[in-house]
């Protein structure tokens, strides 16, 4: 640490130096200035035979600030935590300030290799087919072709001056507000029933109950996924209804979203481009395109789902719960996102009721 | 990059993640809840929240915008797990709702110490009553905001700071607010229409006003140690003041015994005129050491009277900052240069007066008249800067001719004229 302190603080001219050994023994010589800025060495050392009159650059000064951009993440992260062990306030704060400017802005994935942080929350993104292949073009065709729609459709309404329909009877309190945050285009599944709120606290008391469990935290989120799938589920199964689908286009932006704010990006952008009016013909034709990807996406994950199946029956919890409508639904573990029972696809899709052991959290 | 990647990030101190969760726009904070298992909830345990305008999306609707705020905000804090020590919300998408006030509910249960509110334009919102129920509030910030308390309030007794901007109270309840914060350091005001205040606040220390006060008084504020005052006048008060028969420079300025740093602006220095006597207030303040004068008319002389007042009961005064008021109405009647030299004492030094800087320099009998007397009586004067006003395009060179022939008492001073070219 003494030695990423002195490449911090610009040197002054001190003559006064004092020697440090640390703790895997080397003895490092630091400016007493510097070294009186931690309360312990200023405890130790008796400060009456030097004046000092330098100031520690320090506090935004540009000098520091390129200096820890240059600094790679370990060593941020190891001069953080010895400042704080150090009490050293002023570099907590710069430290902590370039570590926030890392992070910002930057995609979880970027995030996660930069600090090397486990991706141990592949469940649930396993779980939601569309988010894995997110860099699958067709996926981002997909993707803004939904996000076509949800506009075309904002629009109609709003033209209409009717309100729309509130489908979202679910809504997963916490990647809800992912998906917020990561731009997405939706605003009809703004306001939740409250039956929901409380559905979702339920649950989440209920997991907060069991903490012995060990997949309970991921299976909390799974069951916020259930809920989510849950939906489109119902939603699916009326496509002709244009709200309905809709609604299963912006959840399955949504889930999309989750992950990559490119996406987002390129949503709002798509947004731009479009034409406020587009006839009833034009609109079958997306709805037709969309499916017609949907179903080429689907053709794929017979593969990924064996491989799914084969990696272990007690992560994938089968259950029955009964979503804001009142009508029980089926979960499976994932796959049904989007509903493709009457789609002519690999009927591995979707597994019957018996299989898998219905798992109560 | 290593092969061997270890997560020191996940394994620093919670203490430092919630240092580093902070210094995020919140809703890059939340989003770190997908990063692993380790990081699912640590957003949720922040006891900082600044919600601003950053994390709204830029979207052409407003309704939508609004409508995603006050979501994610209430998610947000449904979610929320553990104490709440700091809610900001400055967000001019949001107008008064419902949901503010249940917001504020939610926090004023959490031990908030901070709460800081600032609204859009619209209709301004009315704070609700749980904000008076914050019993540990340190720090209070309201902007465009409408406060009621409630009969019963017997103020916020942890206060420290306290900023409002544009808030609409009841005359009565703002010194009453005031006073029934006995640990109150701080104290901004921002945007009064017509304001009379009697500030009584023991322990104030950092005081700034800024709006149009038909009278100001600082009863009680013995430990007050910076000042900065911009009066802004109307019509109205300005009659007032023309029959207003108190000294008002004894009345603000006559119980500050520590003070340390004095600003003002506008119309301030003429405030301070008004009621002056000409007899030399006794009050030294001996800890006075930065004064900065704004939009002085040398023009009058009662301002000049006040200006030099202060001056010379301020023997360690460091540096001067004056900036005389542009708009130069020609003086309808000689001006009294008499004054200066004979009732003027002159037995005042300013020993510490190191800087001295004047700006919009007008070139007025009394402006000249009184940077000479600076120049006369400053041993320790180290520079002293003169920048012309902008309006004064011939008088330059009389003005220069004026400050060279000037007797300097400080062998070191040095006087910069700085000059733009036309």
Redesign the interface.
């Known amino acids: 640490m003494t030695e990423a302190d002195s490449e911090i603080i610009k040197p002054e001219m001190l003559k006064a130096y004092v020697w440090l050994q640390t703790s895997d023994g080397s003895i490092q010589q630091v400016e007493q200035e510097v070294a009186m800025y931690c309360p312990f060495i200023c405890q130790e050392i008796h400060s009456d035979f030097i004046k000092y009159r330098a100031v520690l650059t320090r506090r935004g000064s540009p000098l520091t600030r390129s200096l820890f951009e240059k600094m790679d ?2 060593r941020l ?2 001069l ?2 010895a400042a ?1 062990s150090l009490q050293l306030k002023p570099l ?2 710069l430290t ?2 370039a ?2 400017r890392v ?3 930057r995609t ?1 994935e970027e ?2 290799e930069i ?7 592949t469940e649930e993104e396993k779980l939601e087919p569309i988010k894995n292949t997110m860099d699958d073009p067709r996926i981002r065709l997909l993707n803004r072709l939904y996000a076509r729609k949800r506009k075309e459709l904002k629009e109609r309404e709003r033209l209409k001056n009717v309100d729309v329909e509130e489908e979202h009877a679910d809504d997963r ?2 990647d ?3 998906s ?4 997405d285009n939706d ?1 009809s599944k ?2 939740r029933t409250s039956k929901n ?1 409380k559905k979702n606290r339920k649950r989440k008391d209920h997991h907060k109950t069991t903490p012995s469990n060990s997949t309970s ?2 299976s909390n ?1 799974v069951d916020m996924n259930k809920k989510e799938s849950n939906e489109l589920d119902s939603v699916c199964s009326n496509p002709s209804l244009h709200g309905k689908v809709q609604t299963n286009v912006c959840h399955e932006t949504k889930l999309l979203d ?2 990559d704010d490119r996406l987002a990006a390129e949503d ?1 952008f798509d947004d731009c481009d479009l034409d406020d009016d587009i006839d009833p013909a034009l609109k079958e034709k997306i709805d037709r395109e969309v499916e017609d990807f949907a179903r080429r996406l689907n053709s794929d994950w017979p593969e990924r789902m064996q491989e799914i199946l084969s990696l272990g029956q007690e992560r994938r919890p089968l259950r029955l719960t009964i979503n804001g409508n009142g009508s029980p639904r089926r979960y499976t573990n994932g796959f049904s996102c989007v509903d493709y029972d009457h789609i002519a696809a690999g009927e591995k899709v979707t597994p019957s009721p018996t299989s898998g052991v219905p798992k109560l959290l | 990059m290593e092969e061997l990647g270890r997560d020191f990030l996940s394994d620093l101190p919670q203490s430092i993640i919630e240092t580093i969760l902070t210094k995020l726009p919140i809703r890059d904070a939340v989003r770190t809840s997908i990063l692993s298992s380790r990081w699912r909830y640590k957003w949720a345990s922040m006891t900082h929240l600044v919600f601003d305008d950053r994390s709204a999306t830029q979207f052409n609707d407003r309704m939508v915008v609004e409508d995603r705020i006050v979501n994610f905000i209430t998610r947000f804090l449904f979610l929320h797990d553990g104490p709440i020590h700091k809610f900001s919300l400055s967000s001019s998408y949001l107008q008064s709702s419902p949901d503010i006030d249940q917001w504020l509910l939610f926090i004023s249960r959490k031990d908030v110490k901070e709460l800081v509110l600032e609204l859009g334009e619209g209709e301004w919102f009315r704070a609700p009553s749980c904000v008076f129920s914050c019993k540990n509030l340190m720090r209070l910030e309201l902007v465009r905001c409408e406060l009621d308390p409630p009969p019963n309030f017997k103020g916020f007794l942890c206060l420290k700071y306290l900023n409002l901007q544009q808030v609409l109270i009841p005359p009565d309840d703002i010194e009453c607010l005031i006073s029934s914060c006995p640990l109150l350091e701080s104290l901004t005001l921002s945007y009064f229409d017509s304001l009379e205040l009697t500030v009584r606040a023991p322990n104030l220390k950092y005081l700034i006003l800024e709006g149009e006060f038909k009278d100001l008084c600082l009863a009680n504020t013995p430990l007050l140690v910076a000042i900065s005052v911009a009066m802004y006048m109307t019509d109205d008060i300005a009659e007032h003041f023309e029959q207003s028969s108190s000294c008002n420079f004894d009345k603000f300025l006559g119980g500050v015994p520590k003070l340390e740093r004095l600003i003002g602006h506008i119309y301030f220095t003429k405030y301070l005129s008004i009621g002056n006597g000409q007899r030399r207030s006794p009050i030294t303040y001996h800890h006075l050491k930065f004064i900065e004068l704004y939009q002085v008319s040398f023009d009058d002389i009662k301002e000049v009277l006040v200006v030099l007042q202060l001056i010379m009961n301020s023997p360690n005064l460091k540096a001067l900052q004056i900036s005389g008021s542009s708009n130069t109405t020609a003086a309808t009647r000689a001006p009294d240069l008499q004054f200066w030299d004979e009732k003027l004492s002159t037995d005042c030094t300013l020993g510490q007066l190191k800087t001295v800087k004047l700006t919009d320099v007008s070139g007025v009998p009394h402006e000249m008249k009184f940077i000479k007397f600076l120049l006369e009586h400053s041993p320790s004067l180290e520079e002293m800067s003169v920048t012309p006003s902008l309006y004064v395009t011939e008088g330059r060179l009389n003005m220069l001719i004026d400050l060279v022939s000037f007797k300097r008492a400080s062998s070191q001073a040095s006087i910069v004229f700085i000059h733009e070219p036309a």
């Open positions: 993440t370990k992260c190891e953080t935590s704080d907590v704060d902590s300030r570590l926030a992070i910002e802005g979880p995030i996660r600090f090397h942080l486990p991706d141990d929350l309190s916490v809800d507000l992912l917020f945050i990561n731009g605003d703004g306001s709120k935290s991921s989120a989750i992950e709002e």
